[in-house]
């Protein structure tokens, strides 16, 4: 299997809408490769908050409104923040069915007539167990941040710095939601407490977008990247069904089998992209996905293995952080990234090995976990 053709929109504060914003990463991944819309046998489309955010839900209808008369398959897929990937593990499958099958990602979230995205985002979490007793997700992830520092003995200036790499790689992708923001090590240490201890610059942004791939039986041209595995794992949604919150069980059950399948060790990884929501999961990720030990990800941070000239590049279109993260695409642009490196096309942000890369994609706190494993 293949990844014959990618593309995305510009991720932000954007005027476009739900549908224009879906089309556009549709047409971009059509005409980044050899495949023709109508060579497309199904289409998987991945989106979380079409409902409560945009007043629009049956949206596999929708996109068949952008391609009269195909009367293909359209199925969409809700996952949470989570929702690309499992799209794509769903669109991979149904290539024992289908040659060629799209899989697009979209989210507006900003300018909602309709509710706030804070709550929204919370229909993500348990409505019981955590929405009503007031853990909308910043409050979740400070739970988490909290018991890894204790755990750990990390402080929050090690979060700084993970923010700070995001944002400084997101200087180097025009495409990201903060791509010209200048921010300085001063500016996430003044910046002010969402819930502690997490602060602004800890949080990813609410940002809209999209992103599409095409996924090929056959290989078609030599720019194509192999799927070497896709696996999905899901744990409760409810952080008050957690042993240990430092650590998510998803990630953990779906990367040992994607290693397994690709037949690879976390040694052999050129390129990672992790789902930092908040700046503590990408410190949980790089532990989960068995890049350093329970409790080091700190001196990865520090001896700057995960820069872009590092030992394993990670993020480097500047994560959900600082690329952003309109929710149904995030996964998705994920896997835009590591095809762009490593197909050797990243231009500023290009790493220098790129033969094997990884996206990991979590939904809720790691109540769905997507990884991907590509090879150039
Ligand atoms: N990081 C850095 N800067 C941010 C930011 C973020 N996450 N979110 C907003 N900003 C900036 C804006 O660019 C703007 O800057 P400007 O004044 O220079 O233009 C300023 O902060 C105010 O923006 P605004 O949109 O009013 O912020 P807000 O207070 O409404 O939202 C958060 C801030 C943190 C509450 C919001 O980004 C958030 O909820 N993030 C988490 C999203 C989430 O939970 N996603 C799911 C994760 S699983």
Not at 173 to 201: C, G, T, W
Not at 206 to 223: F, N
Not at 323 to 340: C, D, M, R, S, W
């Amino acid at each position: 299997m293949y990844i014959t053709g990618i593309g995305r929109t510009k991720f932000g504060v954007l005027s476009k809408s739900l549908i224009e914003l879906a089309y556009e990463a549709m047409y971009n991944a059509i005409n980044d490769g050899p495949i023709d819309i109508t060579d497309i046998d199904a289409i998987y489309v991945s989106n979380f908050l079409g409902g409560p955010l945009n007043g629009q839900l049956h949206l596999n209808s929708a996109i068949a409104s952008l391609l009269p008369d195909m009367n293909i398959p359209i199925i969409r897929i809700e996952t949470a923040c989570a929702s690309s990937s499992v799209a794509l593990n769903q669109a991979i499958q149904s290539l024992s069915q289908f040659s060629n099958v799209m899989v697009v990602g979209v989210e507006k979230m900003t300018d909602s007539k309709y509710m706030n995205p804070t709550d929204a985002i919370a229909m993500a979490a348990d409505n019981i167990l955590d929405y009503q007793n007031g853990l909308i997700f910043p409050a979740s992830y400070a739970l988490i941040a909290q018991q890894y520092m204790l755990k750990y003995g990390i402080g929050h200036d090690v979060l700084e710095q993970v923010s700070y790499l995001n944002h400084k790689n997101s200087n180097l992708n025009p495409l990201a939601h903060f791509s010209y923001k200048d921010v300085s090590m001063e500016m996430i240490r003044q910046s002010p407490i969402v819930a502690s201890p997490i602060n602004l610059f800890d949080c990813s942004p609410i940002s809209d977008g999209a992103a599409a791939a095409i996924i090929s039986k056959d290989r078609c041209s030599d720019r194509d990247i192999e799927i070497l595995s896709s696996h999905v794992s899901t744990d409760s949604i409810s952080i008050s069904q957690r042993k240990d919150l430092t650590s998510f069980n998803a990630t953990k059950t779906a990367v040992k089998k994607a290693y397994a399948e690709a037949g690879i060790n976390p040694d052999d990884l050129d390129i990672v992209e992790v789902h930092d929501c908040f700046t503590i999961s990408e410190l949980i990720a790089l532990e989960d996905l068995g890049l350093c030990e329970p409790g080091r990800s700190c001196d990865m941070i520090e001896n700057g293995d995960i820069s872009i000239d590092g030992r394993i590049p990670v993020n480097t279109d500047g994560g959900l952080k600082a690329n952003g993260h309109p929710i149904g695409a995030t996964g998705l642009a994920q896997i835009f990234e590591v095809v762009t490196q490593l197909r050797g096309e990243a231009g500023k942000r290009q790493i220098s090995d790129h033969e094997v890369g990884l996206a990991q994609n979590i939904g809720g706190i790691g109540g769905t976990a997507g990884i991907t494993i590509m090879r150039g």
